[in-house]
């Protein structure tokens, strides 16, 4: 059996440019009853008064109002044009979002696209924030897709992603994530109004808490204002909104208020040749650098080394708003290949939260150990899914077996 160390560009850390976040924003939130229900704009901006933030708060808001209806309504139009805003909150009827897939993909989608394109034609540089409101105390009888609350959650919660998605990466205030957190937890805390739909102060106040959260990107764990509910309870929320949403920025896009543009790439690498895929957010113009001090102009982009080494390469994606800069590192070249050592088969992604692992071959196998020598992810084959390596662990060393017994030592920095 042969044993070969070799270094993997796919596991060198990744370093992203920030700046820092606004302590003071301005937000308008478009939405209905959820919204407007014990004044949840003015209880966001009490809260982040008491962090030490400021929101400066405007609301346009109607009864059971859907993505259509703030499209037909002038005076939708009147408050996006009212300011340049920080920020616009996006919220959709409660059963919108939860309809049939033909519906959600031919009405409530493209509805809440054109609503996010309808703030950036006003302000290039506003963000737009999606309201993920919760399922209902029991469900919905629409539909049995929707009959509980763990359903109808669960496909407002991956409906509202659809939506971030679909309108340029929008970002996403996960207030139904957060309230299904809270069920499951601490199922005492009643966060809904008698009708079982509409929140109740608890549940406001936990709204609250995710939002202030997801626009700055910060816990409100220590907020002494508490809106009426006591010390114990209050606690509870905070914490919830923080623990939820702190490790998952990135899956709800969440970034500050003055970083409309986000760069974003992922790399394929065949030798010495790699293939630059642009997966950037509202941006502009593009600026590759290769890392040995040549250079593109170009979306996407495909880049030949003519010598080994180690390789930073960075994407800088530009607009009117602001520039962001995200760097990767690409290893080239040495006396071994991947086709070298029968290993050809294996593919390694980079993805914002994973390296995933994966095999066009039969009997492969892999095993993953961080820094302080303890094995991270037992043996597992990778003759079906592909293998997921988490990219906020310590990893140290991926060992991959082929179908003839060979080993190799991906080695991660």
Known sequence: ???ILFTLSFCLPMTVSKVSAQDSISVLFI???????????MMVSTLATNLGKKITVDSKTGSGTTFQGHLDDPATDIKIHSKPWDVVVIQGQSLEPSNSNMLVDLVTIPNAVRLSERVWAANACSNVMYYMTWGRQNGSSQSEATNTFEKMNARLYKNYLRMADSSDRSMVSPVGAVWGYVRANHPTINLYDADGSHPSFEGSYLAACTFYTSLFQKSPVGATYYGGLNATTAGILQQAAATVILDSLDRFHLRPANEATKADFSIVQNGSTITLTNESSRATT?????GDGQSD???NAEYTFTENGVYTVSLVASSECNSDTISKQVAVGGTLSLSDLDFAAVE??????FIEVSCKESGYSMEVFGTDGKQLIKQQSLDAEPVLIPRNQAVQLVKLTSSNGAVQIVRCF
């Open 297 to 299: 102009e170009i979306e």
């Open 348 to 353: 390694f992604r980079t993805k914002d939260e």
């Open 31 to 41: 939405g209905n009853s959820y919204t407007y229900v014990n004044n949840l704009p």
């Open 286 to 290: 593009y600026t590759w650098l290769f």
């Open 1 to 3: 059996m042969k044993k």
